[in-house]
């Protein structure tokens, strides 16, 4: 200390001088590092605080319930019909700012509390096996499913501006009765704050169908001879038969399929002869209303190939009228024995 004193006083020779710069330059290095530390530490603070999203004007989580009824369904309706729809929510607040952006956050829009079935769009598994939940916001005519995860990124102030919220039960694959739990949670996110989160109530859910009175029908033809053969594709000998059903549930549509037991894949409208079968020349056709019926595989899915319509069921017995006879299918005919399978598969959708 005495060094740096005399050297401050007479500021002359070339050894004091030295000291100086030396006391100095020690000193300055301590003072930039320092000084560098300072700054780093001061940039990493002003990072993390850019980089997220704040409430405005005392806003907080809004959370929204919608309520889903008790749901009759039938069983095979097609997957992604919307089977209802809850009356849309405005989303709150419906027109101030409720929160500030920066720091480049995304909007995160997920849906937790079961699988997704769809991407396109946006559908999620309830624990009731066929039943799906949907999730979205609407402006504008135009609707935004839940469930993508991390999206469009803006810096600034946020507001609903008229934005509503609801949800959609929809078919997702055969369905059961059962009880929807209400577990799937639509959760929207503006980085660390919870900005809204929608949920459905319990509902029940029945799935509609009909029991077969008689799951095995014998249909005995009429024996006729050769001759009453023409030409190919001529018929003979029908004989009516018809499938009994009980619907305990009303408003289900009731589908039908035949399959040729003989040929699985057959989707002519001639039934083939089983093994066994003796006569030549001739084959079984099924009708409906006086019109040959084409065979499809065994499906119960809707709009399986040569599924055709029913009714509408209405609650209690239900018949569905057929008729079964021969057919020439080539030449010449011989006489001998003749007989087929057919079975059928029913849908109601």
Request: aromatic share 8%; net charge positive; hydrophobic share 40%.
């Amino acid at each position: 200390m005495q060094t740096v004193r005399h050297l401050e006083a007479t500021r002359t020779g070339s050894v004091r001088t030295s000291a100086v710069t030396g006391f100095m330059s020690r000193h300055l290095r301590s003072l930039t590092i320092a000084t560098a530390w300072a700054l780093l530490l001061s940039g990493m603070c002003a990072s993390e605080a850019k980089a997220d999203c704040s409430w405005l004007n005392g806003e907080t989580t809004e959370n929204y319930t919608f309520n889903i009824p008790t749901l009759s369904i039938s069983r095979d309706a097609a997957v992604g019909t919307v089977v209802y729809a809850a009356p849309v929510q405005p989303a709150n607040p419906p027109s101030a700012n409720f929160a500030t952006c920066s720091g480049n956050v995304p909007a995160n829009r997920t849906v937790t509390g079961g699988a997704q079935v769809s991407a396109n769009p946006y559908t999620f598994a309830t624990n009731v096996p066929g039943i799906g939940i949907q999730f979205f916001d609407e402006y504008g005519g135009a609707r935004r499913f839940w469930g993508a995860g991390s999206q469009e990124i803006y810096n600034g102030q946020w507001t609903w501006g008229g934005t509503m919220l609801g949800v959609q039960v929809v078919i997702t694959g055969q369905v059961a009765t059962g009880t929807i739990s209400g577990a799937l949670v639509g959760t929207f996110k503006l980085g660390s704050l919870t900005v809204a989160n929608l949920r459905v109530t319990s509902a029940s859910v029945t799935a509609s169908t009909c029991s077969v009175a008689t799951q095995a029908l014998a249909v005995t033809l009429p024996t006729v001879s050769p001759s009453a053969f023409q030409n190919v594709g001529s018929t003979a000998g029908s004989q009516p038969v018809s499938i009994s059903l009980n619907c305990g549930a009303s408003n289900a549509r009731v589908y039908i399929t035949l399959t040729d037991n003989t040929s699985p894949t057959n989707t002519s409208s001639i039934l083939s002869l089983k093994p066994g079968s003796s006569a030549q020349g001739v084959g079984l056709q099924i009708l409906s209303g006086g019109i040959p019926v084409n065979f499809g595989v065994d499906s119960a899915a809707a709009g399986n190939l040569n599924q055709w319509f029913v009714g509408t069921a209405s609650g209690g017995s239900m018949n569905i009228p057929l008729t079964v006879r021969y057919i020439k299918t080539s030449t010449p005919v011989s006489a001998g024995t003749v007989g087929g399978v057919a079975t059928f598969t029913m849908s109601y959708q």
